[in-house]
């Protein structure tokens, strides 16, 4: 275990299956205060696990307390010394299936550039002040009368083991079931590992760029130019998986049932000048991907470049581009469902100045770009213009790509969150009795090592998408709550975190008995049956 720091805690204010039908549902009345609506409250405490890893090699998990008054109680569950080197990536499983007499498990995930995978073991529930073993709960409280913070940590959080399938820095992680875990390096491959018994089922090798465009001075190793993958995304039938590369100026599309290749879709020079990709320098490729759903039930996708993001429906072609203007750098995105249905969503983006805003890409709140005067318009020296030249103008401001509506954002210097925010989750809370609607609650992560929980209720986010017009000033776009803050001292890399689940009664840590106390490292052989490169 790694040694614990003491600080303080702030608390600062190709086409798939069918298209579902979106259901008519009946307007939910929302609390008014003044003859304005107000943010709905929780009816009960919420427990979440959050969990951040860091350049400084640290794991660190916490549980924040959410009371009904929008209060937050951190305190520590565990502090692992995870890896050698930073750490890039995390993943949580779903729990485990509810059992008579015994508690539920989450699986965590760590990824590095160490090349290796740890798999941890991490409670489900919330953690009791006390436990009938050893004592447990009263070491914590001893803990806790010396630490600026509570400790609660949890015997039954353990690391399981340790994989080594891949000979590079791991990129991503993903459990797209609890029975299988996806993982990226940048050797080129994407394994699928059964979580029963931790055998790699398959591997995916992607084909390694030819390094095009490196400059005449490069001094770089024989094999040493980018390659490997950075992001994937399966779909939610677990039946399909885009990529997105190093080195490569298109994403990968590849069918899961045989692990094999379905398509690549390369992305156009006129469309990676839109997205800020086409200056001298720009490398074009591909940093995220996510699925997700815009409205009607209609499955997209979006690709994530440094500073803008490309919207594609499911006929690969480009939707829309997302960012107003390429000023700030692009970290994470996600989609957020707006409906219980999850057939109406927004799109969720945090950037360097420390806002997350959203977007809609709606096909109705899509605007049309400002109009660029090419120069190759302008007549030449003689007096007469190009041709050839006047088509191709006119050829790219017909295809120049319309915006995704700026709806919202959260955070930022108001917020007092004045650097990047480098990952963040979104978690929904029930719908209450009273009828307020469904809550959001989102735990970000920053390079200056706080972790912020932000509170947005759904009501809130739907009104600000409702509303029409470009004459709307920025106080007007500010939506949620700044909760609380906790500060890690540790540069935060990543974050995940997820709802805990309410301790059955009679269940306690000690009568939780797990069958499987870890595992032997597994290691795998290149499949000789690999796709061949194109």
């Not at 899509?366 to 191709?392: I, R």
């Not at 949620?480 to 805990?500: H, K, P, Q, W």
Request: aromatic share 4%.
């Amino acid at each position: 275990m790694g040694k614990r720091k003491r600080t303080e805690v702030s608390n600062e204010t190709a086409a798939l299956g069918p298209s579902n039908t979106k259901k008519a549902k009946a307007a939910t009345p929302r609390p008014q205060e003044n003859g304005k609506p107000t943010s709905s409250s929780l009816t009960q405490p919420v427990t979440i696990q959050i969990v951040t890893g860091s350049y400084d090699r640290i794991l660190h998990g916490m549980t924040a307390t959410i009371t009904p008054d929008e209060k937050v109680e951190f305190a520590d569950t565990f502090l692992f010394n995870a890896h050698t080197s930073a750490i890039r990536c995390l993943a949580l499983s779903p729990p485990s299936a509810p059992e008579p007499g015994r508690a539920q498990k989450v699986m965590l995930a760590s990824g590095s550039s160490d090349e290796r995978i740890n798999v941890y073991n991490i409670s489900a529930h919330p953690p009791s002040s006390s436990s009938k073993k050893d004592g447990a709960g009263g070491l914590n409280d001893v803990l806790s009368s010396v630490a600026p913070r509570r400790i609660l940590e949890n015997p039954k959080n353990r690391e399981l083991g340790t994989l080594l399938h891949h000979s590079a820095s791991v990129t991503r992680l993903a459990f797209p079931a609890r029975s299988k875990l996806l993982s990226a390096a940048e050797d080129s491959t994407v394994a699928v590992a059964r979580t029963r018994d931790w055998a790699v089922l398959s591997s995916i090798r992607t084909p390694v760029p030819k390094p095009l465009g490196r400059p005449s001075g490069d001094t770089a190793a024989l094999g040493a130019a980018p390659k490997g993958v950075n992001d994937f995304a399966v779909h939610p039938s677990m039946k399909l998986m885009i990529t997105v590369g190093r080195g490569e100026r298109c994403m990968r599309l590849w069918n899961l049932m045989t692990a094999r290749k379905a398509g690549v879709l390369n992305f156009g020079r006129d469309v990676l000048r839109q997205v800020g990709e086409g200056g001298r320098g720009a490398l074009g490729e591909g940093r995220r991907v996510v699925w997700g759903r815009a409205d009607g039930g209609d499955d997209e996708f979006c690709v994530v470049f440094d500073r803008d993001l490309l919207v594609f429906g499911m006929d690969s072609t480009p939707k829309c581009r997302v960012m107003p203007d390429h000023r700030n750098k692009v970290h994470e995105v996600c989609y957020v469902p707006t409906d219980s249905e999850g057939d109406a969503s927004l799109l969720a983006v945090s950037t360097e100045d420390g806002r997350i805003m959203f977007f809609s890409t709606k096909s109705e709140d899509l605007t049309a770009a400002p109009a660029e005067t090419p120069k190759s318009s302008q007549p030449s020296k003689d007096g007469k213009t190009d041709n050839n030249k006047k088509a191709e103008s006119s050829s790219s401001q017909s295809q120049s790509l319309p915006v995704a509506k700026f709806v919202a954002y959260l955070g930022g210097k108001e917020a007092g969150v004045t650097g990047r925010i480098k990952d963040f989750t979104v978690l929904r809370t029930a719908a209450e009795e009273g009828g307020g609607g469904e809550r959001l609650i989102i735990p970000t992560g920053s390079s200056d090592g706080k972790v912020r929980v932000f509170s947005l209720a759904v009501d809130e986010l739907n009104e600000a998408a409702a509303r029409k017009g470009k004459d709307r000033d920025e106080e007007a776009r500010r939506v949620g709550r700044l909760l609380g803050t906790y500060d890690t001292s540790n540069r935060i890399t990543c974050l995940e975190a997820f709802v805990m689940i309410p301790r059955p009664e009679g269940v306690e840590d000690s009568e939780d008995e797990d069958g499987d106390d870890g595992f032997e490292d597994v290691s795998s052989e290149d499949d000789d049956d690999d796709e061949d490169d194109e």
